[in-house]
């Protein structure tokens, strides 16, 4: 029984939606990348070949590549997979991403890997199918992080998008907020 118990308190590789912001911090972890603060990262990969979307742990796979090989079934080598999935091809199988909460700003964030070079099409797709399958999908947005993703930008149209420098901005706010409280609590004085 104790060993039932302690297979149920433990996070899921994946899931196919997500309900809730607690359901989302179970499965994230800190991003592979940390260029902000306060964020958690979370898996987003769609399959076009069976059309499912796949929300996965990021405490449980630390690349998608992982997660296709094991729960997908996936046979070929890493650097096909990364030529496959980070292409322009308007038929790959894989559409990958990583959804990100920015708790200063408590938005969330769609975003591609530095290297992907999804074409418009695509990134419709795979932001509408997140938009659909998450308890999030009003305040989701597109992060527009790369030099490829801004020349889109004008043809994401009906996709709302945030960028790095309002993630910053936002970051700096919350912090001169945090600051401002600490210093009325101990009487606006300041220790030397």
Known sequence: MLIFLVGCTQAQNHELQLKSHEQFIEMSSAPLYQKYGQVSALKVLYDNATEQ?????????????????????????????????????????FLIANLNFYAALNK?????????QMGVALIQKLFGAVKKDVFCGERLVFMLNTVH????????????????????????????????????????????
Do not use: W
Request: some cysteine; overall charge negative.
């Open 53 to 93: 979307l796949h929300f996965i742990s990021s405490q449980q796979y630390d690349y998608h590549y992982e997660f296709c090989m094991e729960e997908l079934g996936y046979r070929h080598d890493l650097e096909r997979f990364n030529n496959d999935a980070y292409s322009a091809d308007t038929n790959k199988q």
């Open 108 to 116: 969330y964030a769609l975003e591609l890997g530095p290297s992907d």
């Open 149 to 192: 993703v801004n020349q889109l930008a004008d043809k994401l149209h009906d996709i709302p998008t945030i960028t790095p420098k309002e993630i910053y901005a936002g970051q700096v706010s919350a912090l001169k907020v945090l600051y401002d409280n600490s210093t009325e609590q101990i009487g606006g004085q300041t220790s030397r």
